[in-house]
């Protein structure tokens, strides 16, 4: 099976504008989630998306926001890009409540 | 907050057992103990998890203390290639994880 892809793998943007980032679950598997990665906060949780609907979310502030499609293909969005958004964003996708497997990531450099 | 505790790095030679602790002292009743690790910022890459029993797979064994209150990765024979940050992770089956810094292992030839 085809693991968990992520585009783009790089990306570079400058402050005040938006950003998309796409992620292909694991075939058959309807859950997806994001986390962001820093060097100065590590690997926090985002939000989780299963069947469409948003099943968890992390304490990040209203600019981030995403959605998943009928085929459990998940899109993170982040507006009004600051300096510290940039980062490694993950995305892991599981079955339902098993274990999670992550993506490649894409790395967003904000300037 | 993480619910685990891990050395911020290790030294392994290359060929012996790798045995990376952690320590969950308030681990509950449901939690799994989960095991990933991450190559030089990929994706981090799952390697076990248990809940009581301790456990073994092609990659590594997992071994949990009787009282659940600490557990111990052990990759048998350590390979340049296991060169990486390990991260111990306590959760509810089912939920999303909250990542501590890790142990970063290095194996050196």
């Known amino acids: 099976k085809a693991g968990v892809t992520q585009t783009p793998r790089y990306l570079i943007k400058t402050r005040g504008q938006q950003v998309t980032l796409s992620c292909s679950p694991i075939s058959g598997h309807r859950s997806v989630s994001w986390y962001q990665q820093t060097p100065g906060q590590g690997l926090q949780f985002l939000f989780e998306?299963?069947?469409?609907?948003?099943?968890n979310k992390g304490n990040f502030p209203g600019r981030f926001s995403g959605r998943q499609f009928s085929n459990s293909r998940s899109e993170m969005n982040v507006s009004t890009l600051e300096l510290g958004d940039s980062a490694l964003y993950l995305c892991a996708s599981r079955l339902s409540q098993e274990t999670q497997y992550f993506g490649p990531g894409t790395r967003l450099l904000v300037l | 907050d993480a619910k685990t505790t891990q050395p911020p790095s290790m030294d392994c030679a290359e060929g012996r057992a790798a045995n990376l602790p952690c320590n969950h002292s308030?681990?509950?009743?449901?939690?799994?103990v989960y095991w990933y690790r991450q190559i030089h910022s990929q994706g981090p890459q799952y390697i076990i998890h248990g809940l009581k029993n301790n456990e073994t797979n092609e990659m590594a064994s997992l071994i949990i203390t009787e009282d659940r209150k600490s557990s111990t990765l052990i990759l048998p024979h350590a390979t340049l290639r296991d060169t990486a940050v390990y991260y111990c992770?306590?959760?509810?089956?089912?939920?999303?994880?909250?990542f501590g810094p890790g142990t970063r292992l290095s194996v050196l030839p």
């Open positions: 998306y299963f069947s469409e609907t948003q099943r």
């Open positions: 308030t681990i509950s009743g449901n939690e799994y």
């Open positions: 992770i306590v959760e509810n089956y089912g939920q999303n994880f909250v």
